[in-house]
């Protein structure tokens, strides 16, 4: 292509372009798209915040000694010239092109390699760059964008003579965080500004941080007035995220300090780990803010902000603001002792108030075997058919089909399956057969089952309280009622013939209950007499227990038992699990007679 010095470069080349060439002097965040650093033009300066820039149309100018320039070509030239460097057209061209690592088309970027064994990636192979700094604009730490399937952001900071290990140090910097105080993005913007958007992912803060900056540059060139917001006219809005993405925003980091007496606008992203974010965020920053809103974006799942300014002028996000609902803070249900909250609770409650007004008639996944709102346990002998058999019901319960000719819910159940005991593939086929079985194909199930297998989780302990929040808060983002856990003895580190090892592992099932809001029915082995295996603590959890085994003379045959706490036993069933020649279509058939 040809190019000549008027042709405009692209929003993402200038902005690309800066981040580079004043990566040396010390570039920070000031806000919008402006950006300050020493001013490399005049090498005898210092002051770090003589040069401005702006990232979007390449305007800049050096307070100090007062030179400007409209682009980066403008930029560059002064920077050979400061340098020595002849600087005709060719020669300047040619720089920036070594800058942007192109020839003024869209770069393509490989997937990273370790190069120096101990020390990381290779930084220059990085999509972009994310800085987090402290209030005066000073890093604290970076995180680089690396394209390539997946895409990762992996955070490094400066590192410390003499307390970070040499042989991990590359060019003054070491990969992670450890020990760096955790902000949010564009700190020092969020602190002077009145009303702060706040997204998931940095990448998505840039888009929307670009696209008001522009708007409130055009809006100021025509009008003399900033962005009117409510009652007042605003320079700039903040846009701000934090490191690590969806589940990386915890209280214990005091982010929502950050956000006190503002006006805040929490963007939803549509998908699972959006939503766990909006959940996580809106819990902390609401204790703080003058008002916290939640914006729902017109968008199709896994889509965010970046994917709808493709498509939309801000002139139309803008119009979607008054759809902004108020996020209010959660009043605690019960009494909270040695914290400020302190909410009354009766102890004592007369008989017909320990239903809390809801009615007592019984309610059922699967009418007199699956009741809502209670724990179930299966016990079973390895290679009894226990995971095929609840694979099924989760298909029943998301296509509100029938279990062994009982009627379910009747309407579609949200449900999740936590496989340790079978791998993806495995459970794919099954669901696939399954499906197929009642008419379905496995693409109508893909909103009503989730699925949890090592692939996606390399490691679930139920003791184990991270792993127990991070789950629990994607049962809840997902909205599933229903939770399937398989199997036991591959989640726990406790000793199962304890029982006071087993009464804190079921603890945390109801704790897991609890903070999900699905209810939880875990798979586990019997023993040699077919009872539970283990402490007694086990079986005392279950406020039912299935019983499945196989007969003897025909193992496609199985017995289904059912006990509930109260007593209570269901008739015993047989039924009979088919398949196809090809294994591609699976059934489980209720007998009414042995056969």
């Not at 809801?358 to 724990?375: D, G, N, Y």
């Not at 959890?541 to 025909?554: M, P, Q, R, V």
């Amino acid at each position: 292509m040809i190019f000549t010095p008027e042709k405009r470069f692209t929003e993402a080349q200038t902005e690309h372009y800066y981040k580079i060439r004043l990566d040396p002097y010390k570039l920070h965040h000031s806000k919008g798209m402006e950006y300050r650093s020493i001013c490399p033009l005049h090498p005898d300066g210092d002051n770090p915040n003589a040069l401005l820039v702006h990232l979007d149309d390449g305007h800049f100018i050096c307070w100090t000694k007062g030179c400007k320039g409209h682009d980066i070509y403008a930029f560059e030239m002064g920077m050979l010239k400061a340098e020595g460097k002849l600087h005709n057209v060719d020669q300047v061209i040619a720089s920036i092109e070594n800058i942007l690592g192109e020839t003024l088309t869209k770069k393509e970027y490989p997937k990273a390699e370790i190069i120096i064994p101990g020390k990381g990636r290779d930084r220059s192979r990085a999509s972009a760059r994310y800085l987090y700094t402290d209030e005066d604009g000073i890093e604290i730490y970076s995180a680089w964008r690396y394209e390539g399937d997946p895409k990762e952001v992996l955070p490094d900071r400066p590192a410390i003579v003499g307390i970070d290990p040499e042989e991990s140090i590359a060019d003054g910097r070491i990969w992670g965080y450890r020990g760096a105080r955790r902000v949010p993005y564009h700190l020092p913007d969020l602190i002077q500004s009145m009303v702060v958007f706040a997204v998931e992912g940095e990448k998505n803060a840039d888009d929307l941080n670009r696209a008001i900056s522009q708007y409130i540059i055009k809006l100021r060139q025509k009008t003399g007035k900033g962005l009117r917001f409510m009652n007042h006219f605003l320079d700039h809005i903040a846009v701000t995220t934090n490191l690590g993405g969806a589940l990386a925003w915890q209280q214990k980091y005091e982010y929502g300090r950050y956000f006190t007496g503002k006006t805040v606008i929490k963007l939803g992203d549509n998908d699972g780990p959006g939503r766990i974010h909006d959940q996580s965020f809106c819990e902390d920053v609401v204790r703080f803010a003058h008002r916290l809103y939640k914006l729902e974006l017109p968008v199709s799942e896994k889509q965010d902000i970046s994917d709808y300014l493709k498509d939309h002028s801000f002139e139309d996000f803008m119009a979607l603001w008054p759809e902004c609902g108020l996020y209010e803070e959660k009043k605690p249900k019960e009494s909270v002792f040695g914290d400020e909250i302190l909410t009354p609770k009766p102890v004592m409650v007369s008989p017909h108030e320990l239903m809390s007004g809801e009615t007592t008639e019984k309610k059922w996944f699967v009418h007199k075997l699956i009741a809502e709102k209670s724990k179930g346990l299966v016990v079973a002998k390895p290679k009894t058919g226990k995971s095929l058999f609840f694979l099924d019901i989760a298909v029943a319960l998301a296509t509100n089909t029938r279990v062994l000719s009982i009627p379910s819910k009747g309407r579609r159940v949200k449900v999740g399956v936590i496989s340790r005991e079978d791998g993806p593939e495995l459970v794919y086929e099954r669901l696939d057969a399954l499906a197929r079985g009642r008419g379905f194909r496995i693409h109508d199930l893909k909103d009503y089952i989730k699925v949890n297998t090592d692939a996606q989780t390399s490691s679930f302990m139920i003791d184990n309280q991270q792993h127990l929040d991070e789950m629990a808060a994607w049962i809840k983002a997902e909205g599933l009622e229903y939770c399937i856990i398989d199997v036991l003895n591959k989640i726990h580190n406790g000793k199962e013939n304890s029982n006071d090892d087993m009464g804190l592992i079921t603890r945390k099932f109801d704790e897991l209950r609890e903070k999900s809001g699905a209810q939880i029915c875990v798979i586990h082995h019997s023993n040699a007499q077919g009872e539970s295996r283990g402490a007694s603590s086990i079986f005392g959890w279950a406020d039912y227990t299935f019983k499945l085994e196989s007969e003897i003379e025909d193992p496609d045959i199985k017995k289904l038992s059912v006990v509930w706490k109260n007593g209570a036993t269901l008739p015993t069933r047989y039924m009979k699990y088919v398949q196809s020649h090809e294994d591609t279509v699976s059934q489980i058939l209720l007998l009414d007679r042995r056969q």
